[in-house]
């Protein structure tokens, strides 16, 4: 912005011909940068509505054909052109439920760890190193479900389990592969702990320390400061978190399709193969011959779609208080 | 009579009933607290330590450099080259609408984007490559990288736009302030003060979005999983050979020499992905802290 330009301090009519011109340049760059901005703006939020109308687009000749009763009905045999997503509703909602169950504390501890016991320099290498379980990609994990950690489980594990718990019926018969219910699970509670610890992290350092402090002078013990001041105070923003997780577990379909073992019955035995809604679509689909069956596939997307995206409503409106993505505000 | 009332002055000062049952609780809620670092960081030494020892036999430069069957080279040039497509497709646009939501939009129209750039974000990915299929792989009747390429843009975008956002909304008042003082026109305080401060931490944001999408597996499975794996190509109109769809099939068919090959193409994947989002994290906290002290 050179305000006196030799030329402008010359001829007073010419400077003030280029003010003008430089007044409508500016114009010209406020508006464009600003349409531009909005159409990017717009973009995004088109993004999402066509990704759905595309999803049921592609699942209509299965809504047509079977209705909401394809949501219920348990029967998958491609063959005979029968489709239902009951088996494959209910292996999403133990998969996830069991990673939600078993990694939720996990992480909430992890969270607290972090925030509260850890001198900060620890802090500082176990927080990334907890992060870093989210950036190893799914397919690795689930290749290493498949290979190190099936196999060490039906070793090891799942016949400790059902000696010892055999008469809870989730404890049931091993299989010989190791590909189960049981290891998709675990697979999913590595990759929920590092989204659950990470956000619960966050929340339990923005409790006010005078609180803590307050506490702590009355007696109370490092416990009863969990217990009656960080977890009550922050309530909302972690079952907000467990939420997100939870989302994350419902939709992975690579790693749980590499363990699961392509299950086709409802069982309550965690060591039997099963399937989920995601895992099916990556397992069948590029197999898929008949119109029908992808469009059934495409039917598992969309109740993949309403699930996650009520999912990820919910947790926005359960943590609207508190901003999960660090130091700004909503 | 008064002895019952005045302590023992032999007894030991350690806590005895009610209080030395809390300091229990809360020594176990400690330990159990540790005890769940401990696991999960176990559970990251157990997986690396896999992928380092079954996958560092394997690799060697011939392994990257050379097609198939000598060596990898085409799926890692593959990934590459589906990964630049799609920041080239998400960074423009992320940005962009960073900008709209820190300069443009008012708290309402904020809130909303950053609703939807969540709920892009919770999208499950083999949704994304569902869409892609349907919208790009099927009306072409053939598999493409682009339409891979499309998918990843769409995991990238809602990352790239909330992280540059966060850093735009850093960039310190008082340079906005003194950009206008001088009569500086809008535009010309965004392209020449606003991104240029928060440049560092947007570049970081966005690769630290290739990092999360160069992994992901299922959108490419249904928009390009074969592909020619002797002949090195970047073509973004036909099927590009990766590692993650070939990792994927390769679990599939369970054979002794393809595990071989698949833990040392994830050895060579977990190790760009891990060494680029741990320098980019670095670089964006001492981005963030820099234009926030400043």
């Keep these: 912005m050179s305000v006196s330009s030799p030329a402008a301090a010359r001829a007073p009519g010419h400077g003030a011909r280029v003010s003008l011109l430089r007044k409508r340049a500016d114009r010209l760059g406020d508006r464009g940068i600003f349409a531009i901005c909005l159409l990017a703006a717009l973009l995004a939020t088109g993004t999402i509505v066509l990704v759905g109308y595309q999803i049921v687009h592609g699942a209509m000749p299965a809504i047509d054909k079977f209705g909401l009763g394809f949501v219920t009905d348990t029967t998958w045999q491609p063959n005979f052109g029968r489709f239902g997503a009951g088996v494959l509703l209910f292996g999403t909602a133990v998969t996830s439920g069991f990673a939600l169950l078993l990694g939720g504390p996990i992480a909430i501890a992890i969270g607290l760890f972090l925030t509260l016991l850890a001198p900060k320099s620890l802090a500082a290498v176990v927080g990334p190193l907890v992060e870093l379980l989210a950036a190893i990609p799914s397919v690795i994990l689930g290749f290493w479900g498949l290979v190190v950690l099936a196999p060490f489980l039906q070793e090891h594990v799942e016949p400790f389990l059902h000696d010892s718990f055999g008469f809870i019926p989730i404890f049931g018969e091993p299989q010989t592969t190791g590909l189960s219910v049981f290891t998709a699970s675990l697979i999913l509670t590595i990759m929920v702990i590092p989204i659950i610890a990470s956000i619960s992290r966050d929340l339990f350092r923005s409790v006010p320390p005078e609180l803590q402090d307050g506490a702590a002078a009355l007696g109370a013990t490092r416990w009863e400061v969990v217990r009656g001041i960080v977890l009550p105070t922050t309530t909302n923003g972690v079952v907000a978190a467990c939420i997100l997780g939870l989302g994350r577990a419902l939709g992975e379909a690579i790693a749980v399709s590499q363990v699961i073992g392509a299950g086709s019955e409802i069982t309550s035995n965690l060591f039997a193969p099963g399937s989920t809604l995601a895992a099916q679509i990556a397992l069948q689909f590029p197999g898929a011959l008949t119109e029908l069956h992808k469009a059934s596939l495409f039917y598992c997307g969309v109740i993949l779609l309403v699930i996650g995206l009520l999912a990820n409503l919910a947790a926005g409106w359960i943590g609207r208080r508190f901003s999960y993505g660090g130091a700004v505000n909503w | 009579m008064s002895g019952a009332l005045i302590p023992d002055p032999t007894a030991p000062l350690t806590p005895s009933g009610n209080l030395r049952r809390r300091q229990l609780v809360s020594r176990s809620a400690e330990i159990a607290a540790t005890g769940a670092a401990v696991l999960a960081l176990a559970a990251l030494a157990w997986v690396l330590w896999t992928v380092v020892s079954r996958g560092a036999p394997v690799v060697s430069l011939d392994f990257i450099f050379k097609?198939?069957?000598?060596?990898?080279?085409?799926?890692?040039?593959?990934?590459?080259?589906?990964?630049?497509?799609?920041?080239?497709?998400?960074?423009?646009?992320?940005?962009?609408?960073?900008?709209?939501?820190?300069?443009?939009?008012?708290?309402?129209?904020?809130?909303?984007?950053?609703?939807?750039?969540?709920?892009?974000?919770?999208?499950?990915?083999?949704?994304?490559?569902?869409?892609?299929?349907?919208?790009?792989?099927?009306?072409?009747?053939?598999?493409?990288?682009?339409?891979?390429?499309?998918?990843?843009?769409?995991?990238?975008?809602?990352?790239?736009?909330?992280?540059?956002?966060?850093?735009?909304?850093?960039?310190?008042?008082?340079?906005?302030?003194?950009?206008?003082?001088?009569?500086?026109?809008?535009?010309?305080?965004?392209?020449?003060?606003?991104?240029?401060?928060?440049?560092?931490?947007?570049?970081?944001?966005?690769?630290?979005?290739?990092?999360?999408?160069?992994?992901?597996?299922?959108?490419?499975?249904?928009?390009?999983?074969?592909?020619?794996?002797?002949?090195?190509?970047?073509?973004?109109f036909e099927a590009l050979p990766n590692v993650p769809t070939w990792i994927f099939k390769v679990s599939e068919e369970g054979s002794e020499t393809g595990y071989a090959e698949a833990w040392g193409m994830s050895l060579v994947l977990v190790f760009i992905i891990l060494v680029t989002s741990l320098g980019a994290r670095a670089l964006l906290a001492r981005s963030k802290r820099k234009l926030s002290s400043s």
């Design chain 2, 67 to 236: 097609g198939y069957p000598e060596g990898v080279g085409p799926m890692l040039l593959g990934t590459l080259a589906i990964a630049v497509y799609a920041t080239l497709i998400a960074m423009p646009v992320g940005v962009l609408v960073a900008l709209y939501i820190s300069e443009y939009s008012g708290a309402r129209g904020a809130r909303a984007l950053k609703l939807i750039l969540d709920l892009l974000n919770g999208l499950p990915s083999i949704i994304l490559g569902l869409f892609a299929f349907i919208f790009i792989v099927a009306p072409q009747q053939k598999q493409t990288a682009f339409a891979g390429a499309v998918a990843l843009a769409i995991i990238e975008l809602p990352l790239i736009a909330r992280g540059s956002q966060e850093v735009l909304q850093l960039v310190p008042k008082h340079l906005r302030e003194a950009s206008d003082a001088l009569g500086v026109a809008r535009w010309r305080t965004v392209l020449s003060v606003i991104l240029p401060s928060a440049l560092g931490g947007i570049v970081t944001s966005t690769v630290l979005a290739v990092a999360r999408a160069a992994g992901e597996t299922a959108p490419l499975i249904l928009t390009t999983s074969s592909g020619d794996v002797k002949s090195f190509s970047i073509n973004p």
